[in-house]
């Protein structure tokens, strides 16, 4: 880094700035399994992504983005802004300092915290790293990844274990073999040389007993594949434990959901949320309760809904206990109250019996809680992981060579892992998995091309100028049984959602849209290319 800003400071030529970003990137990359783990508030500032944020919980504050991914679009701009370039190196240069200034590192050096961080970077390799996220623009993302591999090693010499440095470095080489970013076999890279590192790294937690103290946190740090049904904690997406959820609570829930008892109008969630649609409704978007006035937004699915940290297309919502409790009080969608079921529920000698069975610490059993906690347990129970993408990884099925050519396009040169992140496919992001992004694509409105729709997304909730026509990543689990698509239900088919971002978004349409996040250049995609990933996308049913 140094080197490189030496070289700004001589206005050096392009070429040569280039080749000095591309080392302190990958020198960076073999100190990233320390720093990425250990320095999260840092590594925001080091390596995030080169767009404007602001935080939900203070949105007027709207922060410039730093680090290697202002500093790789500036090098590689048409014509570099030498000032800006030193601005942005010299502020690296700060908090670079301030990482290696940080005391009670060697408090932290802790064999169990040393391969959770190991276990994390495979990880954020598989999810951000190959696929292009952390090198958008120079597409050094698989030299990068060598980088990790060889942090990685490092660290396992020190613990002499030569299986785990083995696979490190076939990985490595497997990386070595790539002729170029968009050819590269994503597909087989992860399942036979990263996976089976992080089932190793797993295995040698248990063998020397490096476990980490029982906690809430999203992985679960005894599951031996990125793909297996056990990754994510369940609980770490529930409410306290006291409502944590359990057989009996996901078999209310179940009927609940189905029964029409919670709406006036005699309605379910399953009247919107149907399974055979992939617990959508195959609608543009619903009708209101009247049965004339059309809604404003598309019905959302509920697959894999558990594993996010914000609902609604907008956000406002922290858990699915409160987005429950918002559809079934809203007059248009089911025109209920969770207070006045609690009545007629607690009448019903079944239910009754049921309650006070799942929540005998709860006096009555029967509430508004203990409804909306009902239902978002059964939500919660609804099979993610058993897809034949999942199955295949694990080892359990086969794919055809079109639905591996699909992921790898899914995962390179169409950038579409970049925002539906592996192996969620949604947009709660790697490898902390508590943040949910939201993105501006310059969706147009239904049945036009000549304009952004209207609708403001999560700016109307939180009155942040970066939040303006953003929506929250949905899943693309199920995506083939969900149509139409997007927030306003604009594209009737996955041909239309392709072509729209081969365009490059709305930006890309030519709408005026100064903060879309989505790239506004041209995937430069094939029909044939666009029809293997929607082969692929199949393999992502349940």
Do not use: W
Request: contains cysteine.
């Amino acid at each position: 880094l140094e080197k490189l800003n030496e070289a700004a400071g001589r206005n050096d030529a392009q070429e040569n700035l280039k080749q000095l970003f591309l080392d302190t990137r990958l020198a960076y990359k073999r100190s990233s399994v320390m720093v990425d783990y250990f320095f999260p508030i840092q590594r925001k500032v080091v390596n995030g992504p080169d767009l404007r944020y602001a935080e939900d919980d203070n949105p007027d504050a709207i922060h410039d983005p730093h680090g290697f991914q202002v500093i790789e679009r500036i090098i590689y701009d048409d014509e570099i802004n030498y000032t800006d370039l030193k601005n942005e190196i010299s502020s690296l240069l700060q908090t670079i300092k301030s990482i290696d200034e940080q005391p009670g590192l060697d408090y932290k050096l802790r064999s169990d915290l040393l391969f959770d961080a190991m276990k994390s970077a495979v990880i954020r390799m598989v999810s951000l790293g190959v696929t292009g996220f952390d090198s958008p623009i120079a597409l050094n993302a698989l030299e990068e990844s060598e980088g990790v591999l060889e942090g990685i090693a490092e660290i396992l010499k020190i613990y002499r274990d030569d299986a785990g440095t083995d696979l490190a470095s076939k990985a490595k080489q497997n990386l070595k073999s790539a002729t170029n970013f968009d050819s590269f076999d994503r597909l087989r890279f992860i399942k036979d040389f990263a996976d089976p590192l992080y089932s190793h790294l797993v295995n040698m937690v248990v063998a020397k007993r490096y476990e980490l103290p029982v906690e809430r946190r999203p992985i679960n740090q005894f599951a031996t594949s990125i793909f297996s049904d056990t990754l994510f904690n369940i609980h770490f997406f529930s409410p306290n434990e006291r409502y944590r959820m359990t057989p009996e609570r996901v078999a209310i829930g179940k009927t609940l959901f189905y029964d029409t008892v919670l709406s006036r109008a005699g309605r379910s969630c399953a009247t919107c949320h149907q399974p055979s649609k992939g617990f959508s409704d195959g609608l543009r978007v619903p009708v209101a309760i009247n049965k004339t006035t059309e809604l404003k937004r598309n019905t959302p699915t509920l697959s894999a809904v558990a594993f996010q940290t914000k609902f609604f297309y907008d956000s406002r919502a922290a858990t699915l206990e409160n987005q429950l409790n918002s559809v079934v009080h809203n007059i248009d969608e089911m025109d209920g109250s969770l207070k006045e079921s609690t009545d007629r529920i607690r009448e019903n000698p079944d239910y009754h019996k049921q309650f006070s069975k799942a929540y005998p610490n709860d006096k009555p059993a029967v509430t508004a809680y203990t409804i909306a906690n009902a239902i978002s347990s059964y939500l919660r129970s609804l099979p993610v992981f058993d897809t034949k993408f999942d199955r295949y990884m694990r080892g359990e099925a086969k794919l055809s060579r079109e639905e591996r050519k699909g992921f790898n396009l899914f995962a390179g040169k169409a950038k579409c892992a970049t925002c539906h992140f592996i192996p969620l496919f949604n947009g709660l992001v790697p490898p902390q998995f508590t943040e949910t992004e939201s993105e501006v694509l310059g969706v147009p409105a239904a049945n036009s091309v000549s304009g952004v729709d209207a609708d403001e997304g999560k700016y109307m909730f939180t009155r942040s100028e970066v939040h303006r026509h953003a929506f929250k990543t949905p899943t693309l689990r199920n995506i083939t049984r969900t149509a139409p698509y997007m927030h306003n239900g604009a594209f009737k088919t996955l041909e239309e959602v392709m072509d729209f971002y081969n365009k490059g978004g709305g930006a890309g349409m030519g709408f005026n849209l100064d903060n879309q996040t989505l790239p506004a250049d041209s995937l430069g995609l094939s029909k044939r290319e666009m029809k293997s990933i929607i082969v692929f996308l199949r393999t992502l049913e349940n």
